[in-house]
């Protein structure tokens, strides 16, 4: 059995003496750091820093913490209105939950069977197979990959298995990978409509070996895409679950604000950061932060600059480059910019959903319908709810394609959400079963598997971290979903804080204007 030894004491750098630990909790104590976005991004960051000793801050310009982690009370029912889940892979989240003390409060999926609807020349809607990755299927002679295909794009699928496998290289686009082997029906009804639904990019853009590490080694081992589908499927290594909050998403985000008011962080909503200044003749000295708040109006005067050894953006990518670009010189462009989305929740009193005629989620084939999806929270999660209750989120705006909704008000977006859920589930809703309903609009990051996303997001933290005690993070730079967001705050958080311990020493601390 391995001893077990005390970790040695920190050093200032190569060839430095140790630091004393009561030194380094000291000086940690001196160090202010300022977060700037209180999304999930920016409150794991402020835990990172706070948790060994900095003195944090925490700016969000809205009136509530979460950024799209967002819980409502819908007619007594608590409805997530933006992300409902958190994906295990790579365990960053569940961690985070475990150290928040809410692993007892997570719930598994009842079901999550997908459908599509919207298909051209076939049915109108049909169960996605369950037996597929990114909706490339194993058995392209089951009945629900029949139903979608037709018997001749079956047949096409089939040839997959005739043809050699890739020997020189790899195909990374997605598009280009299924279209050869198993065709465009493959392509247009299984694959498009949920690389849409689920990443909001098109098959165009998505990373084969992003968005499905190991697929593409597969190929050459089984010798067709089938067989390597299969490989991937058998894989439990590969496999992550999806999990939710019972009682809604934001007890997460709760939680976090919770352990930050514990460690003594200063957390404030309501107020923007107008923009960032180096505070001596560099920005080793340290950042001003201007800001701006609700408490003044247009007569007052503006709240007092503040001077920071250390500052961390976690905001969206327009917010970022905003206060980034007059300090960051040449600051590179990220590939591409996110895509605006709109939400419109339903309760609804609806018995012929009690039977979840089309399982958790149905996603529209692009351009079939003015809805992009739609989700049926109550089958997903059995959310519980009286009286028979449904809730049901339907999505509007996808990829090249601006929610239908943004010119409407609420009530007009309403019956809008109303009709495609009624289609999308193939149920007819009427306008007096609608009890309750909710909007929301965000812009969904690039996912993480998008064709350049990574080298971009690398050039734009290359650039910024360049300056000294400065950092960013946030969906825009590590890809859409808390499995991505978390660990990349998390890291980004242990980089700064590194270099504010351990590299220059901390400017003196105090409001500075």
């Known amino acids: 059995m391995a001893s077990h030894e005390e970790d040695p004491a920190p050093t200032a750098g190569p060839g430095s003496e140790p630091i004393p630990f009561d030194q380094l909790a000291d000086q940690a104590g001196a160090v202010r750091l300022a977060v700037v976005g209180g999304g999930i991004a920016g409150l794991v960051a402020a835990l990172e820093c706070a948790k060994v000793g900095l003195s944090v801050t925490v700016y969000e310009a809205a009136d509530r913490l979460g950024g799209t982690v967002r819980t409502v009370d819908l007619d007594g029912i608590p409805a997530d209105t933006g992300a409902d889940s958190f994906s295990a892979r790579g365990g960053a989240v569940a961690a985070l939950v475990a150290d928040l003390g809410l692993s007892e409060a997570v719930i598994a999926p009842v079901t999550e069977t997908r459908w599509v609807s919207g298909i051209e020349g076939g049915t109108d809607a049909a169960p996605l197979p369950a037996d597929a990755v990114l909706g490339i299927p194993e058995n392209m002679f089951g009945d629900e990959v029949r139903r979608i295909l037709g018997t001749g794009g079956a047949w096409r699928a089939y040839l997959d298995r005739l043809r050699p496998p890739l020997t020189i290289g790899h195909e990374r686009r997605l598009s280009t990978l299924v279209r050869s082997r198993m065709g465009a029906k493959v392509l247009d009804r299984l694959v ?12 165009d853009d998505i990373d084969v070996d992003l968005a499905a590490p190991g697929l593409n080694a597969a190929l050459t081992r089984a010798g067709s895409l089938s067989g390597a589908v299969a490989i991937v499927r058998g894989d439990t290594s590969r496999q992550s679950g999806a999990g939710s909050m019972a009682g809604g998403m934001s007890r997460l985000v709760d939680a976090l604000a919770a352990r930050l008011d ?44 503040e001077r ?63 809805a992009s ?11 519980p709810a009286a009286g028979g209750r449904h809730l049901v989120r339907v999505a509007f705006g996808g990829p090249g394609m601006p929610p239908p909704t943004a010119g409407m008000d609420e009530a007009e977006a309403a019956e809008l959400a109303r009709t495609e859920a009624s289609a999308l589930f193939g149920v007819a809703l009427r306008p007096e079963q609608v009890r309750a309903f909710d909007r929301a609009r965000f812009t969904l990051a690039p996912p993480r598997a998008l064709m350049g ?27 859409s979903g808390l499995a991505q967001v978390v660990p990349d705050a998390a ?13 220059e020493k901390p400017s003196s601390s105090g409001v500075d204007a």
């Open 192 to 203: 498009a409509p949920l690389t849409a639904g689920v990443f909001g990019a098109l098959p």
């Open 262 to 305: 514990d460690l003594g962080a200063d957390v404030r909503v309501g107020v923007t950061v107008s923009a960032l200044e180096a505070a001596g003749a560099s920005s080793g000295a340290g950042w001003i932060v201007h800001t701006s708040s609700d408490e003044f109006d247009t007569t007052d005067e503006a709240p007092p600059p």
């Open 308 to 370: 920071f050894d250390a500052v961390i953006l976690a905001v969206p990518e327009r917010e970022a480059r905003r206060l980034l670009e007059p300090i960051v010189p040449g600051l590179p462009a990220a590939a591409p910019a996110g895509t605006p989305v709109e939400t419109v929740t339903l309760v609804l009193d609806a018995p012929e959903l009690d039977a979840r005629p089309r399982g958790a989620e149905v996603v529209a084939a692009p351009g079939s319908r003015a």
């Open 373 to 383: 999806g739609a989700l049926h929270l109550t089958a997903k999660w059995a959310i």
């Open 453 to 479: 996303r990574t080298a971009a997001a690398d050039r734009v933290r290359s650039a910024v971290e360049a300056l000294p005690r400065l950092a960013a993070t946030g969906a825009w730079l590590s890809g």
């Open 491 to 503: 890291a980004t958080a242990d980089r700064l804080r590194r270099r504010a311990l351990f590299g």
